[in-house]
Nanobody, 124 residues
Framework: QVQLVESGGGLVQAGDSLRLSCAAS????????MAWFRQAPGKERDFVAS????????FYADSVKGRFTISKENAQNMVHLQMNSLKPEDTAVYYC?????????????????WGQGTQVTVSS
């Protein structure tokens, strides 16, 4: 059974940085596009960033562009989200997701494997 396990969340102040990580198991990681989504209280889950199966291309939501960086380590079965200049509106549960490389990497649909999420709270 495929497992995606997020880590690295926490409570920080506005302007601080956090690095989220997602460890994948039971899938051929190098054959999957990876992404981060987030869900704030009372809101729907939103796309944050994605990276192609090779790690050579990335795609970001406008709200995080220039502040967040997604990276993929195929040898370690890991994907990371470096979050800088955090704002209170970044507060959410962050989820790691995977979809097969047979689908387009730069669309937000098609993710069929999900982690359990990690909480990020940014205080003002």
């Amino acid at each position: 059974q495929v497992q995606l396990v997020e880590s690295g969340g926490g409570l920080v102040q506005a302007g601080d940085s956090l690095r989220l990580s997602c460890a994948a198991s039971k899938l051929t990681f190098s054959n999957y596009h990876m992404a981060w989504f987030r869900q704030a209280p009372g809101k729907e889950r939103d796309f944050v960033a994605s990276i192609s199966w090779t790690g050579s291309a990335t795609f970001y939501a406008d709200s995080v562009k220039g502040r967040f960086t997604i990276s993929k380590e195929n040898a370690q079965n890991m994907v990371h989200l470096q979050m800088n200049s955090l704002k209170p509106e970044d507060t959410a549960v962050y989820y790691c997701a995977a979809k097969t490389r047979l689908l387009a990497w730069n669309t937000i649909s098609g993710y069929n494997y999900w982690g359990q999420g990690t909480q990020v709270t940014v205080s003002s």
